[in-house]
């Protein structure tokens, strides 16, 4: 699956209210159309050497024409971007407060853990053998947040350790950072 162009196609159409109107009521048309036009012009391809190597799967037009956001879910598209697309098109016509929001989750029901994967990258990677770094991993690509509350804050992994500092040394984790600023220590 090609799911950041997925992901790409949905975060973009939901942020402009007429592409959402045009979405709503041409479909495989509107997808054609955003595949052809915009997804080279958001990769940042001029018109002179439009990109080939992103593009959508059948299987991902099919879903994205038929509105089909249960094949999408599954595909590993963004549940947020998913639901926020959807409920922009069918909450106006809803009889009641919250009634697209419950049919969506009423529709992925069956789905049990593990979810399928959202990440758009690869995934773990290692970089040159004489350099000092580390496992990059899909979730944060090795990056820690600055801060609590900033971000993810499970303990590194072998996939996603805590950085080096540029003397070789592993850094203090900012989680035992702040632990021990919480303790006046």
């Known amino acids: 699956m090609s799911k950041y162009l997925v992901n790409k196609f949905l975060f973009t159409v939901d ?3 007429e592409w959402v109107e045009r979405y ?3 479909r495989g048309a509107f997808v054609e159309w955003w595949e052809a036009e ?3 012009r958001l990769l940042n391809c001029h018109a002179g050497e439009a990109s080939t190597w992103l593009a959508f799967t059948e299987d991902e037009r099919r879903a994205l024409a038929d509105h089909d956001y249960v094949a999408l879910f599954e ?5 947020f971007l998913t639901l926020t697309l959807f409920i922009a098109m069918y909450e106006r ?5 919250l009634e697209f929001q419950k049919a969506y989750g009423a529709a992925l029901a069956h789905m049990s853990l593990p979810y399928p994967d959202i990440a758009t990258c690869a995934g773990p990677s290692k ?3 004489g350099s000092r770094s580390r496992r990059r991993s899909s979730c944060s690509a090795g990056r820690r947040p600055a801060s609590p509350g900033a971000g993810c804050r499970s303990p590194p992994t072998s996939a996603c350790p805590t950085p080096s500092s540029p003397s070789g040394r592993t850094a203090r984790p900012w989680w035992r950072v702040a632990s021990r ?3 006046g220590a």
């Open 15 to 17: 942020r402009d209210p």
């Open 181 to 183: 600023s919480r303790r």
């Open 93 to 97: 016509s809803a009889s009641e407060p």
């Open 24 to 26: 709503l009521d041409e």
């Open 75 to 79: 595909m590993g598209a963004h549940p």
């Open 38 to 40: 915009e997804a080279n």
């Open 127 to 129: 970089r040159s053998a």
